[in-house]
């Protein structure tokens, strides 16, 4: 069914639309977003999760979503596509949201790990993913000791993506790629891969 930019599988917006039901109840206990009518949590959160979904390479590693607050875009990608999820949220009022999103949804490769991201062990990821969490070097830094060879890195970034890069390059050396986000014209989705190091030439 055609939602806002996106051609989102029936049976995805049926189980998203019941995850937003989901959070509309926990929202009146914790600050999960601040916007709280369905419309507004469809477009903004859902669509902007979801259409990271093509872009996650094929197979079927595993996906770690970092800083997943109210599961975007980590919970919303492991709805999508079916394959071993790590959650990764230090707030433990989030993480019991997030299990019972994954339990509600019947999501059973998701996994939900309440532990900030330096002190969490994990298999080596196929894809990892964070939205509005933190500046690029630090992700990188992360994504580095995470992904598997090969992996990427899913990153949306909003209107400081260039200067995101350009600071990034300094410490760091990787393939980018640059999508253009299809729900903030002002938005880019980032998918990085080869991350390492940048260290002096020879």
């Given amino acids: ?31 999960l977003t601040a916007e709280r009518e369905v419309e507004a ?13 093509p872009l996650v390479p094929e197979g079927d590693g595993p996906l770690v979503d970092l800083g997943s607050g109210a599961g ?12 071993d999820t790590h959650l990764v949220e230090s707030d433990r009022r989030k993480s019991a949201f ?5 339990r ?22 196929a894809v990892v993913t964070a939205r509005a969490l933190a500046p690029l070097p630090d992700l990188l830094a992360h994504a580095h000791r995470l ?10 970034k909003g209107r400081t993506a260039e200067q995101e890069l350009t600071d990034a390059a300094r410490a760091w050396n990787m393939r980018t790629e640059r999508f253009p986000s299809r ?3 002002q938005a880019i989705i980032l998918r990085l891969s080869e991350i390492r190091p940048a260290g002096p030439t020879t």
């Fill in 41 to 53: 949590i469809w477009h903004r959160h859902v669509l902007d999760s979801l259409q990271l979904a």
């Fill in 104 to 125: 509600s949804l019947g999501l059973a490769r998701v996994r939900v790990h309440p532990a900030r991201i330096d002190a969490v062990t994990l298999p080596p990821a």
């Fill in 147 to 156: 992904l598997a060879p090969g992996g990427v890195a899913l990153f949306p």
């Fill in 98 to 102: 997030l299990i019972e999103a994954a």
């Fill in 72 to 83: 975007f875009p980590g919970l919303l990608l492991a709805l999508a596509t079916g394959r």
């Fill in 183 to 185: 729900t903030d014209p």
């Fill in 1 to 31: 069914m055609k939602q806002g930019q996106l051609d989102v599988p029936r049976e995805t917006e049926e189980r998203a639309r019941s995850f937003i039901a989901l959070l509309q109840r926990w929202n009146t206990r914790i600050n």
